[in-house]
T-cell receptor
Framework: AQSVTQLDSQVPVFEEAPVELRCNYS??????LFWYVQYPNQGLQLLLK??????LVKGINGFEAEFNKSQTSFHLRKPSVHISDTAEYFC?????????????FGSGTQLTVLP | DAGVIQSPRHEVTEMGQEVTLRCKPI?????LFWYRQTMMRGLELLIY????????DSGMPEDRFSAKMPNASFSTLKIQPSEPRDSAVYFC?????????????FGPGTRLTVT
């Protein structure tokens, strides 16, 4: 089984400041990793994903994430945030093998960008 | 592609009434997922289908909940009878198992209020 821990439930940050949203996972098998974003009153939208290759993954809206296998982490970063980045962010994993091919989500991090 | 389509977008009903939520997955996707999102419990997987067959319904809260997928382009989630604690946003998502990553695409959700 897999589990995902998002260490911060709420992250307030000022506009144009950098931000890091933390995600750690636990799994007995290799996994693919995802970050989804949910804007108010909308569904979840894929931000970026790590499948293989370079551990630094770039996504939409200037976000990037780095996969660290030894630390089982997949932290999300943005060097300069905008008001429009205010949303909830979910980290998720899916196993590469086995019969349970559904996503396991973290509990989410609410990013609030302040003017 | 129109993406995952859900209807209705909002539903207000009285306790004891039957509620049916509908989902049309992305054409060509063969996996479909129903999620429930609340402030208290976050994002919960209720059930998922692979090739129209229910694979895991362990997340369905109780017998009042049922889900069907009569064909590859349509699924329903039914609550009968509904209770105030069923109030939540219900998301449908679809994915393709022929791809490498199994990433899921979410619909806009149905906001259910049971009074």
């Amino acid at each position: 089984a897999q589990s995902v821990t998002q260490l911060d439930s709420q992250v307030p940050v000022f506009e144009e400041a950098p931000v890091e949203l933390r995600c750690n996972y636990s799994s007995s098998v290799s996994v693919y990793l995802f970050w989804y974003v949910q804007y108010p009153n909308q569904g979840l939208q894929l931000l970026l994903k790590y499948l293989s290759g370079s551990t630094l993954v770039k996504g939409i809206n200037g976000f990037e994430a780095e996969f660290n296998k030894s630390q089982t982490s997949f932290h999300l970063r943005k060097p300069s945030v905008h008001i429009s980045d205010t949303a909830e962010y979910f980290c998720a994993v899916i196993p590469l093998s086995g019969s349970a091919r559904q996503l396991t989500f973290g509990s989410g991090t609410q990013l609030t960008v302040l003017p | 592609d129109a993406g995952v389509i859900q209807s209705p977008r909002h539903e207000v009903t009285e306790m004891g009434q039957e509620v049916t939520l509908r989902c049309k997955p992305i054409s060509g996707h063969n996996s479909l997922f129903w999620y429930r999102q609340t402030m208290m419990r976050g994002l919960e997987l209720l059930i998922y289908f692979n090739n129209n067959v229910p694979i895991d319904d362990s997340g369905m809260p109780e017998d009042r909940f049922s889900a069907k997928m009569p064909n590859a382009s349509f699924s329903t989630l039914k609550i009968q009878p509904s209770e105030p604690r069923d109030s939540a946003v219900y998301f449908c998502a679809s994915s393709s198992t022929s791809g490498a990553s199994y990433e899921q695409y979410f619909g806009p959700g149905t906001r259910l209020t049971v009074t």
